[in-house]
């Protein structure tokens, strides 16, 4: 199931749970797809924090820990003219939409999580390096506000709200 997707056919990177109920993430550029997947698994009904760093390497931590990494992606790609997408459909043929909650979206310009583990914070603030910051809290209606600096609207479309 798909939390996150973007891209176009020549980059494009996604974030998804697998079948087994683990996190994995794939850049593709160039035709090749560089990819890392965790080992805690997080279809417990549990809340989990999951972060993917992404540079000239891919990162993928969950609860604060560095589950697995992949070097050796190009410095840059081109994304930026397709639409983020969260909770799509994995495979047309299957049809399975993301059956979980997210409860932020943070993107930053900076490596914010290094080699070790950390803790992640509850609730995220904007700072000078957020890109977008969505807090999903809005509890209603079809639209989730960026509370980064552009003020980005995101429709959503398809889901429910949840109280926390």
Request: overall charge negative.
């Amino acid at each position: 199931m798909i939390l996150l997707r973007k891209g176009r056919s020549t980059a494009n990177y996604t974030f998804w749970v697998t079948a087994d109920g683990d996190l994995s993430a794939g850049f593709g550029a160039g035709g090749t797809m560089h990819t890392v997947t965790s080992t805690t698994p997080v279809d417990d009904g549990a809340w989990h924090h999951a972060a993917l760093v992404m540079g000239t390497e891919l990162s993928l931590f969950v609860d604060g820990d560095l589950e697995d990494s992949a070097s050796g992606l190009p410095a840059s790609a081109d994304t930026n003219g397709a639409d983020l997408v969260l909770g799509d459909v994995l495979s047309p043929v299957t049809g399975t939409l993301f059956a979980g909650a997210i409860d932020e979206l943070h993107i930053s310009s900076t490596t914010r999580y290094g080699a070790g583990s950390f803790v992640p914070e509850r609730h995220a603030t904007a700072d000078s390096e957020t890109l977008a910051l969505w807090h999903f809290d809005e509890g209603s209606g079809y639209v989730a506000l960026d509370s980064g600096p552009d003020g980005l609207v995101a429709g959503v479309i398809g889901c429910a709200w949840v109280a926390e």
